[in-house]
């Protein structure tokens, strides 16, 4: 088990006159490898979770346990726990600041303590993780990219830490269908290339679903749904509708011929499966 | 200059009252540099933009045009500038020098439109996205414009704040004879509209019917840009022979007529 939490609660501004139970009762378990989705509209507490991951938040009631170590134990080693969970934020490109990219990337490893050598094996593997040429990139100012190569810049100068577990907040916000695509793939380049764990938030389903392997739906700061894509599409279409977030349209398309007494697979993702799913279905193809 | 660019190539488009037409393209296809153009935020370098006869360049209708077209932007926090609902609308009314009486009777209105009255005491940091995006639209429209500009109106908001947003801009566009000119990434909201014309490096790439312009997949998706699922599809279908029109831009659609097959 990598990440452990149990009955986790969380409130801000306890005791205040604004105080709000962002979390409620939360246990979740995640292993090492998986391939995670969490998806929940604004406000539902999705961030507020990511950052008890890596005790960026302690929660007010509740225990996370890291690799078996209980972060609220007195004397844990926070800073450990932060390189081994690397949290990349929302609009990470806002947080970019150095002179060059091969600065930025290194500002993490140099903040190890690591020697100039081991600095720049690590800038040259982050860059390539996330498909950036070395020698075309490294000096060249970060602000001189388009939004989606700044996205993948910071990314890189998270992955330079080398940490066993990525978290991206709206990794695809405020980018174009390309540039979405082009993140989402790196991301899963990451995943499968390096078995690296990796939780995808996201507050749409656009392409998310397609993606990950499990998928975690919340609502108002509970889990209610913790299952496959598939799973999620074919038994709880109806839950999705009803906390506002939306089917994709082949999926409610399949949805609505069996609302009609159709006997199809509901469980679908892309225009492929339903494709497939609809031709299997067919009585007779009928031809023009 | 040295690192001057062409955001805008040959563009010629007229708008009718009344249309409701959106523009969508690829980041960097020109689309807010050609939504800035309409209401003066942007002068051309070459060429003129008409609104009701008055030319943009001519200095002494700056504040004409702007009244009659509404802008309104990606983020609402960014243009929401009072501590109450109502107090937000007014701000505009009172930089013209609307009568009291009568910016009592517009703000009621505007925010009766965007289903925001029980909330005109309200903060506006206190409401969601999609709330403070109707409190925005409700600032534009109290000044009585007939032309509304959206630029991704619901680029940051969740699906349920899209949908609210989709729904008062038809509803503007129906009831109010608003004429909308919408820009979104997003082909879901694109095909609501009349009329879609689709940008690339700052020229006008498709233009049409958003049933004539979704059906050209290949040439979209050379765009960078996403194609409807349920299109996509259909399109699919009716290559493998399959009786489907290809021009199916909505699930209905596509359920009513795979009934006669499945």
Not at chain 1, 190 to 210: C, D, P, Q, R, W
Not at chain 2, 57 to 71: A, F, H, L, P, Q
């Given at each position: ?16 006159p ?22 929940g ?8 979770l ?82 950036l040429?070395y020698n ?90 913790d ?58 193809p009928?031809?023009? | ?33 050609l ?14 933009i ?31 500038i ?23 009777e517009?703000?009621?209105?505007a ?7 029980e ?79 689709v ?37 699919r ?26």
């Amino acid at each position: 088990m990598f990440i452990h939490l149990e009955n986790i609660c969380f409130t801000y501004s306890l005791g205040m006159p604004f105080e709000t139970e962002v979390l409620k009762n939360i246990n979740l378990e995640i292993d090492k490898g998986e391939f995670i989705g969490l998806i929940g509209n604004t406000g539902c507490g999705k961030t507020t979770l990511i950052q008890h991951f890596n005790g960026l938040l302690t929660p007010t009631s509740g225990k996370i346990c890291v690799e078996g170590v209980d972060l609220n134990k007195k004397g844990v080693n926070l800073r450990l726990v932060r390189q081994k969970i690397g949290l990349v934020f929302q609009y990470p490109e806002n947080q970019l600041f150095e002179e060059t990219i091969y600065q930025e990337v290194a500002f993490g490893p140099r903040k190890l303590g690591l020697p100039e050598g081991k600095i720049e094996k690590r800038v040259r593997e982050a860059l390539k993780m996330v498909d950036l040429d070395y020698n075309l990139y490294a000096e060249r100012s970060p602000f001189s990219l388009s939004g989606g190569e700044m996205r993948r810049v910071a990314l890189a100068s998270i992955l330079s830490i080398r940490p066993k577990m990525l978290i991206l907040d709206e990794p695809t916000a405020n980018l174009d269908p390309q540039g979405r695509d082009n993140i989402l793939s790196e991301i899963e380049k990451i995943h499968y290339n390096f078995g690296m764990t990796v939780v995808l938030v996201s507050h749409n389903m656009e392409k998310i679903a397609e993606t990950v392997k499990r998928l975690l739906v919340m609502y108002r700061g509970e889990i209610i749904i913790d299952d496959t894509p598939q799973e999620i599409f074919e038994k709880h279409a109806n839950d999705l509708v009803k906390v506002g977030l939306g089917l994709p349209q082949v999926t409610e398309c399949m949805h609505k011929l069996k609302a009609k007494g159709k006997d199809v697979y509901t469980g679908v993702l892309t225009v492929d499966d339903a494709e497939r799913e609809v031709l299997k279905k067919m009585k007779k193809p009928i031809k023009r | 200059m040295k690192d001057q660019i062409k955001a805008l190539d040959s563009i010629n488009l007229e708008i009718k009252k009344g249309d409701f037409i959106s523009i969508i393209g690829s980041n960097g296809s020109g689309k807010s540099t050609l939504a800035k153009h309409m209401n003066c935020l942007l002068l051309p370098t070459i060429g003129d933009i008409w609104v009701d006869e008055m030319n943009t360049k001519d200095k002494s209708k700056t504040w004409e045009i702007r009244r009659k077209v509404g802008m309104v932007f990606q983020n609402p926090d960014n243009q929401i500038i009072a501590t109450t609902v109502e107090d937000d609308i007014a701000f505009g009314l009172e930089n013209i020098g609307i009568k009291t009486t009568l910016m009592r009777e517009r703000v009621d209105w505007a925010l009766e439109v965007v289903e925001m009255r029980e909330y005109k005491k309200s903060e506006p940091h206190l409401l969601s996205g999609g709330q403070k995006q109707r409190v925005a639209i409700a600032g534009a429209i109290a000044l009585h414009s007939s032309y509304l500009v959206l630029d991704e109106p619901t680029a940051m908001l969740d699906p349920r704040g899209r949908k609210e947003i989709v729904d008062i801009v038809k509803k503007l566009n129906l009831e109010e004879n608003i004429t909308i000119i919408y820009i979104t990434h997003l082909m879901e909201e694109a095909v609501e509209s009349n009329r879609v014309i689709v940008l690339d490096k700052g020229k006008i790439a498709l233009i049409g019917k958003p049933e004539e312009v979704f059906t050209q997949i290949e040439v979209l998706k050379q765009l960078r840009l996403d194609v409807p699922q349920i299109t996509e599809l259909a399109l699919r279908l009716n290559k493998r022979g399959i009786d489907i029109s290809p021009h199916i831009l909505k699930v209905e659609d596509m359920v009513e007529s795979l009934c006669l097959y499945i």
